[in-house]
């Protein structure tokens, strides 16, 4: 097999992984008309549609789907045989396109990404920062860092560290409102609730007795736990913050941690990407520094 027809293939499979030509394009550091070029003289040399394209959308024929299935775990194979053959210590290189919570990603993914391309100056990092779900298949992206509970998936998942959450608030809050001495006592309390992970306003803390469940309001409910941990140092209310977010303000005295016996459990800390037969170095190599670096 010649090499533009391995190239066809790859490119192929890659549309169809991402849906969409442009987003191929950028995954394979090409142009959508060089993509969908490759595509046709795949399906002329094959003499069938291997695509159904309009203007909005694009979905497999059904001899399209058998194609994809066959060989796509032949070009898989054929990574990772060349990936072996050129040894775990070759260095990655391309492109690297992650995406991260906005938080996380400003107070501890961005620093650390920094040492990360210095150890590798031949891989391009691109990174999204939002705190809003992203479909890393239909998005063309190579790595999700999740932080919480992950729903069921193909994805491939590998937990990097737990994150630790600290029920807490400003001392002058509960100089005016009180300290509450059971969960039960949040209810007459302004909360701040996080809500892009839960929309119905309710807490659960793990005390003597197991777990309880609350329901709580307050003036605030955001999809940012910055500015949840903002409207708490200003005295708006009570609020649940992670590790990366609130260890500095409890230090500093910004804030005071309530109700320690009662404790929101922690969330893990996960790199996802896309299942598949072979992971390509340059995610598995970032996803290696990243447990060495945040799991001590």
């Known amino acids: 097999m010649q090499q533009t027809e391995i190239v066809g293939l790859q490119t192929f499979v890659t549309v169809v992984d991402v849906s969409s ?3 191929a394009a950028e995954k394979l550091d090409s142009t959508t008309a060089a993509v969908s070029r490759r595509v046709a003289s795949l399906e002329k040399r094959l003499g069938t549609r291997l695509l159904n394209r309009t203007t909005r959308s694009m979905s497999l024929t059904e001899a399209g789907e058998r194609y994809y299935r ?3 775990d032949i070009l898989r194979a054929l990574e990772e045989a060349d990936a072996r053959a050129a040894g775990e210590a070759a260095d990655p290189t391309g492109t690297l396109r992650i995406t991260a919570p906005l938080s996380f990603g400003i107070r501890r993914l961005g620093p650390v990404l920094s040492e990360f ?19 890393i298949i239909s998005e063309g992206l190579d790595v999700a860092i999740r932080i ?25 809050y509960l100089a005016r409102k009180g300290v509450p001495s059971t969960p039960v006592d949040l209810a ?5 609730h996080y809500n892009n992970i839960l929309l119905r306003e309710e ?3 793990t005390g003597p007795d197991g777990p309880e469940t609350v329901a709580v309001s307050g003036p605030l409910s955001a999809n940012n736990g910055d500015v949840l941990r903002e409207a708490a140092i200003r005295s708006q209310g009570i609020v649940i913050l992670p590790d990366f977010l609130s260890e500095e303000d409890l230090e500093q005295g910004r804030l ?19 299942s598949r037969n072979f ?18």
Request: contains cysteine; glycine residues 4%; charged residues 25%.
């Open 148 to 172: 919480g509970e992950l729903k069921e998936s193909t994805l491939i998942a590998r937990r990097i560290t737990n994150v630790r959450r600290y029920l807490c608030a400003s001392p002058d």
């Open 256 to 274: 005071e941690r309530i109700l320690t016996d009662y404790s929101p459990s922690d969330f893990g800390l996960y790199a996802v990407w896309a």
């Open 279 to 296: 992971t390509p170095t340059k995610i598995r190599t970032l996803v290696d520094f990243l447990i060495e670096k945040f799991s001590g």
């Open 70 to 72: 066959d060989i796509v």
């Open 188 to 192: 007459n309390h302004a909360c701040l």
């Open 117 to 135: 391309m210095e150890l590798h100056p031949h891989l391009r990092v691109l990174l999204h920062l939002d705190d809003g779900y992203r479909d």
């Open 21 to 23: 030509f442009s987003r």
């Open 203 to 205: 807490w659960t803390l």
